[in-house]
C-alpha cells in the first residue's frame, strides 16, 4: 500500500499539469494588448463649445514602441468631422500632433449644452509594420488581426468664455499644429548652381584628359 500511495499521487500531479498550463494560457489571452502609443491628452478631445461653427481640438501621438507604428482615426460621425492627419506611421519615439475638426450644431433650445454628453466619438486605432513605409489606409483592412484598438475619444466642449488649462493647452498644441504643417509645405531652400562642384568636376575631367593623352603620346614614342 505505501508503494502505491506514491504511485497514485504522481498520477495525480501529471493529470493536473496540464490544467495549469490551459489556465496559465486562457489567462494570458485575456490580458489586455500592450499599447504601442501615447495619447495626450488621454482618452478626451477638447473642443471650444461655438455652436454653428466648425471647431478644432488637437492631440500629441506619440510610438513608444521600438518598431514603426502606424495610426488611423475612426469617428462615428465622418460627415461633420474629420481629422488631420487621418492616419500616418511613426518611427519609434517620433510623435505628431494630430488636429481634428467638428462641426458644432445649434442647440435646440438655444442653451449652452457643455455639460450635456455628447454622442459622437474617436477611436485611434494603432498597427505595427516593417520599418519606414507609405502610409495606406488599406494597411488596417489587409492585417486586421493585428490592429489594436488604442483609446475611445470622448468629445467634451469648453467655455470660449472661461479660461482653464484644457484651453490653454489646446490653443499651445494646435500653433503647434500649425506650424508643422506649414514647415512640411515650404519647398526646400535653393541654394543656387554649385559653381565649385562643378569646376572640381571639370578639372577632373581634365586630368583624366591630359593622362589619356599622355600614355597615348607614351604609345606612339615606343613604336
Given at each position: 500500500?505505501?508503494?502505491?500511495?506514491?504511485?497514485?499521487?504522481?498520477?495525480?500531479?501529471?493529470?493536473?499539469?496540464?490544467?495549469?498550463?490551459?489556465?496559465?494560457?486562457?489567462?494570458?489571452?485575456?490580458?489586455?494588448?500592450?499599447?504601442?502609443?501615447?495619447?495626450?491628452?488621454?482618452?478626451?478631445?477638447?473642443?471650444?463649445?461655438?455652436?454653428?461653427?466648425?471647431?478644432?481640438?488637437?492631440?500629441?501621438?506619440?510610438?513608444?514602441?521600438?518598431?514603426?507604428?502606424?495610426?488611423?482615426?475612426?469617428?462615428?460621425?465622418?460627415?461633420?468631422?474629420?481629422?488631420?492627419?487621418?492616419?500616418?506611421?511613426l518611427p519609434p519615439g517620433e510623435s505628431i500632433i494630430a488636429t481634428v475638426f467638428k462641426f458644432v450644431e445649434h442647440p435646440e433650445n438655444n442653451e449652452k449644452q457643455l455639460d450635456q454628453k455628447c454622442k459622437v466619438k474617436f477611436k485611434i486605432l494603432s498597427l505595427k509594420v516593417k520599418g519606414s513605409m507609405e502610409y495606406v489606409a488599406e494597411l488596417f483592412d489587409e492585417q486586421k488581426d493585428q490592429v489594436s484598438v488604442e483609446q475611445v475619444l470622448r468629445v467634451v466642449f469648453l467655455d470660449v468664455e472661461r479660461t482653464c488649462p484644457q484651453m490653454e493647452k489646446l490653443k499651445r498644441q494646435l500653433a503647434e499644429a500649425e506650424a508643422a504643417l506649414e514647415a512640411r509645405k515650404k519647398p526646400p531652400e535653393d541654394t543656387g548652381p554649385r559653381v565649385v562642384g562643378e569646376g572640381l568636376v571639370i578639372d577632373e575631367w581634365k586630368e583624366r584628359r591630359e593622362r589619356y593623352l599622355a600614355r597615348q603620346q607614351v604609345g606612339v614614342d615606343s613604336v
Open positions: 500500500q505505501q508503494q502505491q500511495q506514491p504511485q497514485q499521487q504522481k498520477g495525480r500531479r501529471q493529470q493536473q499539469q496540464p490544467r495549469h498550463s490551459g489556465v496559465s494560457s486562457v489567462a494570458k489571452s485575456l490580458l489586455p494588448a500592450r499599447r504601442r502609443l501615447r495619447l495626450d491628452p488621454a482618452s478626451k478631445l477638447y473642443f471650444p463649445y461655438e455652436p454653428g461653427k466648425q471647431v478644432r481640438s488637437a492631440i500629441r501621438i506619440k510610438n513608444t514602441s521600438k518598431s514603426h507604428v502606424a495610426f488611423k482615426f475612426q469617428t462615428t460621425e465622418p460627415k461633420s468631422c474629420f481629422m488631420r492627419p487621418p492616419g500616418a506611421i
